[in-house]
């Protein structure tokens, strides 16, 4: 038997068998950002209004567009003695010109162009109104960005921006015509109008779009937020229904969350396998996964779908948190969108959408997807080559061989800056190999770039909190095994791939 602490190189008569194994790990980096916004609104203008606007918020002109609910509009502008508004579907009675009031009965679903008409007929010039059914649609965004956070969660140290989009183009005066309230209902159930640093009591509506930035979260309780745009001026809107949508986010205090990740099994898989994925979480009601590892960036939605991008939630594998604070997630691999590559992968998970690169709390469970078992015949005399990258600048990867007349044991093998490695039994030395399987275990001490498998001579290995094993004595495949079930001890965040070569009886029966 030969034993090998490490290996010896020497000249090759052939060219090498070469097995290869891609290998990853995503150190990850805490960034923390805080944007306080300058007190100011921002209008985006429409680059082609439908209407132009009002001439005071009451005085109705011909063109002009009221909206379903106003009061109190003065009609005369179109006809001293307009005594209706006629549309080809549909009559409105005007019962006085000096004080209107549009009421949703007597419009129905007929919007559109309406001709002023007096109790003769037509009026000469053909004046008329374009009557609409008013809407606001708000939304909450990350600021700087058009990330939505409905439904989702943000960390204190992210500013959010408030967006109101409008169709009241009719009231976009200047002076503005109308204005809104955003009303926040905090997490004990009270609502105000001033949040984040900023008065929202009346926002005039001035544009179609509104964009409300600096929304500054530093000084938010955690918990659940909604918030909603309500009209508040003699536009007559108030309380009719017409107020905007409502927005529900949560808020989580870093500082505060403490999350878990674990994943069943042994931690290395095939595809097509389902991986559970499970934990806790006692800061947030959602989780945010993502996969990070060999050619994946900033990391993947799990079933590779798309990349993830940074706050945009929809990017990302979302589960729930259960009310005791637990959670689980059932990956199924066979249903990807894209073909995963052998190598160790990362499964990240966050309590709000934040990707590799500005992750903040955050849980992390590695798992190595492996690549189907490759046997090769090699001739006695010709040289093996094992080679691959191990991404995560681990310094060395550890090569240990089992066969007929070789143990390789902890035999280190230099791994590059551009993470590849190659390891390298010379012909001198598969020359003197018994014709059989050998089965080569390539072992990366992950993140700590430290062995917690280690070898200790003459044949044993070591793991933290146990005896020594020996390997002295055992068959090659038991020999091999102790060595596995060393890596899956639960102190161990060492991880392995394997290769199979075979020694040909003679040169003419190896696979060329």
């Not at 009609?75 to 006085?96: F, W």
């Not at 779908?305 to 259960?322: K, S």
């Not at 093996?384 to 240990?400: K, Q, T």
Request: charged share 15%.
């Amino acid at each position: 038997m030969l034993l090998l602490p490490r290996h010896a190189g020497g000249a090759s008569r052939s060219s090498p068998v070469r097995f290869s194994r891609e290998w990853w790990m995503s150190m990850g980096s805490y960034r923390t950002s805080l944007i306080v916004g300058s007190i100011l609104l921002v209008i985006v203008g429409l680059l082609c209004a439908p209407a132009a606007a009002r001439v005071g918020l009451k005085g109705i002109q011909s063109g002009d567009t009221i909206y379903v609910g106003e009061e109190s509009l003065d009609l005369t502008g179109l006809d001293p003695a307009v005594a209706r508004l006629v549309h080809p579907d549909n009559s409105i009675t005007v019962t006085d010109p000096d004080n209107f009031g549009l009421r949703a009965a007597d419009v129905g679903t007929v919007t559109g162009t309406y001709a002023a008409q007096d109790a003769a007929g037509p009026v000469p010039g053909s004046p008329f109104v374009v009557v609409d059914v008013p809407s606001v649609t708000l939304d909450i965004v990350l600021n700087d960005t058009a990330n939505s956070v409905d439904g989702i969660s943000v960390t204190r140290d992210r500013p959010l921006a408030f967006r109101l989009e409008n169709n009241l183009n009719g009231l976009h005066g200047g002076p503005p015509s109308a204005s809104v309230a955003i009303e926040t209902t905090l997490p004990n159930g009270t609502t105000v109008t001033s949040f984040g640093g900023r008065n929202l009591s009346s926002v005039p509506v001035r544009a179609s779009m509104l964009f409300i930035p600096g929304i500054d979260l530093a000084g938010a309780e955690p918990g659940t937020y909604t918030a909603r745009a309500v009209w508040t001026d003699g536009t007559g809107l108030a309380g009719k229904e017409y107020d905007s949508n409502t927005v529900r986010f949560e808020v989580l205090d870093p500082a505060r969350i403490t999350i878990t990740v674990n994943v069943s099994g042994s931690g290395t898989y095939a595809l097509g396998d389902e991986i559970v994925l499970n934990g806790t979480c006692d800061g947030g009601t959602a989780l945010y996964l993502f996969l990070t590892g060999p050619n994946l960036g900033n990391g993947e939605r799990l079933d590779m779908g798309c990349p993830v991008t940074d706050g945009n939630a929809t990017t990302f594998t979302r589960v729930f948190v259960e009310a005791n604070d637990t959670w689980e997630y059932r990956w199924d691999t066979a249903a990807l969108h894209a073909v995963i590559d052998p190598g160790i992968y990362a499964v990240h998970a966050t309590p709000e959408p934040r990707d590799a690169a500005n992750r903040a709390q955050h849980a992390v469970v590695g798992v190595i997807f492996a690549m189907p078992t490759v046997t090769a015949s090699v001739a006695p005399g010709d040289p093996l080559v094992i080679s691959g990258n191990a991404s995560g600048n681990p310094g060395n990867v550890y090569v240990w061989i089992f066969g007929q007349n070789l143990r390789v044991f902890s035999d280190p093998a230099g791994v590059a800056a551009n993470g590849t490695f190659a390891y390298t039994l010379s012909p001198p030395e598969t020359a003197r190999l018994a014709p059989g399987r050998y089965d080569a275990v390539i072992q990366h001490p992950m993140m700590d770039s430290e062995q917690s498998v280690r070898f200790v001579p003459p044949g044993s290995i070591s793991e933290p909190g146990r005896a020594p094993v020996s390997l002295e004595g055992l068959t090659p495949s038991d020999a091999e095994a102790a060595l596995k079930d060393a890596f899956n001890a639960p102190a161990v965040d060492d991880t392995f791939a394997e290769v199979t070569f075979r020694i040909a009886d003679s040169p003419d029966t190896a696979d060329r």
